[in-house]
């Protein structure tokens, strides 16, 4: 634990100190509102003002400990004093060399943030601090590190109040009492709903937006009970148990539906916190009220959406479920007797039977394979993507063997080098490379053997896949749209196909969070690249 330096004007600081007469005195009513209302603007569980003695830090005001003096060495505020011109804030204490082994850190209370505003005096003396801590990280805005300025500055004043005459005192009260107002209405300007309830469930205080809400004036709401506002059912059933709960220390939250005079029927999320004078009672409780209205809607918006997709997805399986049973046996059918036809009787037809027969062949048979490819395009956005490392020479072998018979009919060849490991789910990655290699064979010009190449670059710390050809290529105005689903630039009786090869490839990058991408020239060929990215960028992905 780091001890905090001694201020170089330490003397004349003690001395100020003690000319004062404020050590070891009896709580005041003056100083604990201050600590009740820095409390209120930053919502925290403790609220002090501090005093920095020689050997110990007194605590002229609290709330929230019980305590009446630290000793100086493991004090947050004898820090604070040593910048006299800035809120010392730390949002959360372990996480600072100088407090993280703090025995008020690393043990009960377990402090994690505080906030000290130095009270200075006027000729620059820091003496102490009016400071707030909580049990858990957290931050304050500008409004109330300026509040927590100005109620150090009130805090000075109090203190060099109590060491002048009766009638100084008299004469600067004006002064005090337009801080004190000018910082409650800095407390009252939230965006919260506040109220301020005491232990016989009066109203004390209210801020702005309360009134904005309930459409009433402070005088119409003060000292009524808060029965009288939210009505005798909702305030017994409602509002009493939670509030019993608060006064009797315990911070409570909960979610009500409220209907509000001012802005109708309204969700609002409702923190209350105890608070406590100097000698530790429970003196009221702060009720901060969030409008969560907007929120609730687009959480219901939101489930709505979930809904859709589910029964999006019910629709989808059902979907597969036609296409792998329903459509799949009339079709095999089809293609089996269709195959009976061909080996046992084509003699017997006559040539335009033979050639019906053919039609009929060959129609099933893109039937099939237009059910294979659809099969594939809707199971993949349920698919989970296993990332392994891949060998894209073996797998090129692989796919290589596949195609054999289209090798031979085509008289293409396919070149692969040794090429880097690759990040990749392997059996889609299979996919987009037959598909892309498929195309390079069957695209090929008239009289030209097809060859199609396949290399990898290492880009961005991902890789990028090319598969080349020396084909027809692909005409200009067509790339933009050659990856949608059931485009075709040739008609079945030049090239086979489904149309929907591209579209498959392009799903299976976005999969693994990449893309895939097309250069072509006519006549010449193209260059198909898949963009995989160096980590997963998606959920899906394992």
Request: with cysteine.
């Amino acid at each position: 634990m780091q001890t905090s330096p001694i201020p170089a004007n330490e003397a004349q600081r003690l001395v100020r100190l003690q000319e004062l007469g404020i050590l070891d005195t009896l709580p005041q009513k003056a100083f604990d509102d201050i600590s009740a209302l820095a409390q209120m603007i930053c919502g925290t569980p403790v609220a002090l003002i501090t005093l920095i003695d020689q050997d110990r830090q007194w605590f002229k005001s609290r709330i929230g400990v019980e305590e009446r003096e630290t000793p100086r060495e493991v004090a947050f505020c004898s820090h604070a004093i040593l910048d006299p011109d800035h809120v010392m804030v730390v949002e959360d204490l372990s996480l600072d060399p100088r407090f993280s082994d703090n025995p008020l850190v690393a043990n009960a209370p377990d402090a994690r943030f505080y906030a000290g505003a130095p009270i200075v005096t006027h000729d620059g003396l820091a003496l102490g601090t009016v400071c707030v801590v909580d049990m858990k990280a957290r931050s304050l805005n500008a409004d109330q590190l300026d509040a927590l300025r100005r109620l150090a500055s009130l805090v000075v004043n109090l203190l060099e109040h109590e060491s002048v005459r009766i009638e100084e005192a008299t004469r600067n009260s004006e002064a005090w009492r337009l801080q004190h107002e000018e910082l409650t209405a800095m407390a009252i300007a939230g965006l919260d709903l506040q109220v301020y309830i005491d232990p016989n469930y009066l109203i004390q205080h209210v801020n702005d937006t309360f009134l904005a809400y309930w459409g009433g004036t402070r005088k119409e709401v003060i000292g009524h009970n808060i029965a009288s506002l939210v009505g005798e059912d909702a305030f017994r059933h409602i509002i009493q148990p939670q509030l019993d709960r608060a006064l009797a220390g315990e911070t409570v939250s909960y979610t009500r539906k409220t209907d509000f005079p001012a802005r109708g029927t309204r969700y609002v999320e409702v923190a209350l916190l105890p608070v406590r004078n100097a000698r530790g009672d429970i003196a009221g409780a702060v009720m901060r009220a969030q409008d969560v209205q907007e929120t609730r809607a687009r959480e219901a918006q939101l489930q709505q959406t979930v809904a859709l997709l589910e029964q999006r997805t019910m629709e989808q399986e059902r979907f597969i479920h036609i296409i792998s049973h329903d459509l799949r046996e009339p079709i095999n059918t089809v293609n089996n007797f269709t195959s009976l036809l061909v080996a046992d009787h084509q003699d017997e037809l006559s040539p335009s039977a033979q050639q019906y027969l053919s039609f009929v062949q060959s129609g099933g048979q893109r039937m099939s394979f237009l059910l294979d490819d659809l099969l594939h395009f809707v199971r993949l956005d349920n698919r989970s993507v296993k990332l392994r490392p891949v060998e894209i020479g073996r797998l090129m072998q692989q796919i290589e063997s596949d195609l054999g018979p289209l090798l031979s009919r085509t008289d293409g060849r396919m070149e692969c080098g040794t090429q880097p490991m690759v990040i990749a789910d392997e059996s889609l990655l299979r996919i987009v490379l037959k598909n892309l290699a498929s195309n390079g064979l069957k695209f090929s010009r008239r009289g030209v053997p097809p060859v199609v190449r396949i290399t990898v670059e290492e880009a961005d710390g991902g890789h990028q896949i090319h598969v080349s050809d020396n084909g027809i290529g692909i005409a200009t105005e067509h790339l933009h749209d050659i990856f949608d689903m059931f485009k075709r630039l040739h008609t079945r009786k030049h090239y086979e196909g489904t149309g929907l090869g591209l579209s498959v490839c392009r799903r299976i990058a976005q999969l693994h969070g990449g893309s895939i991408s097309v250069q072509s020239t006519p006549d010449e060929g193209s260059r198909f690249t898949l963009h995989l990215p160096a980590a997963p960028a998606a959920p899906h992905l394992e």
